[in-house]
């Protein structure tokens, strides 16, 4: 990994195809006067806004930082990151949090429209009681591996998810896999069911009023699997669709290969949709329990 002054590289302690990017304090309070600039009500309105949040973080780093994040992001070897403040200080509460996600957004491509929020970002709490038609808001409930936007119509190239704050949390860890890990990925990829158009709906919350159609596996520019898949939004439509996506989600929750993550507070995991898949494990029962998330997913810029 290159050098890059205020930052700090690291292989992730969990995994050796995830990338820990820790910035430094330096970098940090340098960006509070060009973040101080825009609040989010102009970010939410004003689109380039965000790519003037993006070019003060970037800039910092002499424009190495958006080389190595696009490096890591496109890499299927790798794929993944985490980054965030290496310490967390006074001066970074949520609003800062959102800030620093958004500025990373805007050096890897273009946020799509997140419909359940309606803007560029969602944030969403995790609690003790819900309600939701959602597993994401089901603090005790296991969110099954999946990857985003099966549902929508949007190209969906990559994620972020923010740890903005928690309090009073035991478990709730971050599951992923990247798709070359999987046990029974040749298997089901080869099976030509997967690679049949599914229909993927969406519940309520979610704020879409159309279905899409898409296989759950197709392949890359050099003929890997990629996989785009759900566990809640397929709507089989027949016997040998419903028991491929049996076979399907026991074997991905089966797997011994699923790497098992505490993000930090403040931090942000950053993944390549088409071949890692994420989610999460059950939280400890907790009446005082509180986990605050933001999202942001979208494409890669065309160049």
Not at 167 to 192: F, I, S
């Amino acid at each position: 990994m290159q050098n890059i002054t205020g930052i700090n590289i690291q292989e992730h302690d969990q995994s050796k195809r995830i990338v820990k990017i820790s910035l430094e304090n330096e970098i940090i309070d340098k960006l509070i006067s060009p973040f101080n600039k825009f609040d989010l009500t102009a970010l939410e309105l004003k689109p380039f806004t965000r790519f003037t949040l993006a070019k003060s973080l970037d800039d910092l780093t002499n424009n190495k930082l958006s080389q190595l994040m696009n490096s890591i992001i496109r890499d299927r070897s790798i794929g993944c990151f985490i980054i965030g403040p290496k310490n967390i200080t006074t001066k970074i509460n949520d609003t800062f949090l959102v800030k620093l996600s958004t500025a990373i957004a805007h050096l890897i491509g273009v946020p799509n429209h997140d419909a359940m929020a309606g803007k560029y970002y969602a944030r969403f709490h995790v609690k003790h009681e819900d309600s939701s038609d959602s597993y994401l808001r089901k603090a005790y409930r296991n969110m099954d591996l999946h990857t985003d936007g099966t549902y929508v119509k949007d190209i969906t190239d990559w994620l972020i998810m923010t740890k903005i704050d928690e309090q009073n949390v035991e478990g709730g860890e971050t599951a992923m896999l990247h798709l070359d890990d999987w046990e029974h990925c040749d298997e089901l990829y080869k099976d030509p069911v997967g690679k049949q158009n599914f229909v993927w709906g969406s519940p309520k919350s979610k704020n879409i009023d159309y279905k899409v159609e898409h296989p759950v596996f197709s392949s890359d520019e050099e003929g890997r699997p990629t996989i785009s898949y759900i566990d809640q939004f397929p709507e089989p439509q027949n016997m040998d669709q419903g028991n491929f996506l049996q076979r399907l989600s026991d074997g991905l929750e089966e797997s011994k290969n699923k790497i098992i993550i505490k993000l930090p507070v403040g931090y942000s995991v950053i993944a390549n949709n088409y071949f890692w898949l994420h989610g999460r494990k059950p939280f400890k029962e907790n009446k005082e329990l509180s986990r605050e998330l933001l999202r942001i997913r979208g494409s890669f810029f065309v160049n």
